[in-house]
């Protein structure tokens, strides 16, 4: 997280279980082969990581998009690894 931004703490904690249920989200349209869930998602992590702070997310969600356009699973499921981690470890340390 940079300190460009001072954004209350109970916010970013609400932006990050937020991106855990989007986690979630996506392990599902894996198992269903729906795609079109990486576009969504990833297009929006793509706007909103940046303004909350986090242009890993931003960056991920970027590659997300992709991801889902080509259909790609393994990218997919990796990216989805990378999210979770990130997310995970953000939370971990807001604690």
Known sequence: MTDDFD??????????????ADVEKCRAALKSGDYSVFEKIGHQLKGNGVSFGFPEI???GQE??????TKDAAK????????????????????
């Open 7 to 20: 954004l209350p703490p109970e916010m970013i904690v609400t932006y990050l279980v937020h991106r855990q």
């Open 58 to 60: 931003g960056q991920l």
């Open 64 to 69: 997300m998009e992709l991801a889902g356009k």
């Open 76 to 95: 997919a499921t990796s990216l989805v690894t990378t999210l979770e981690q990130f997310v995970e470890t953000k939370l971990q340390n807001l604690h």
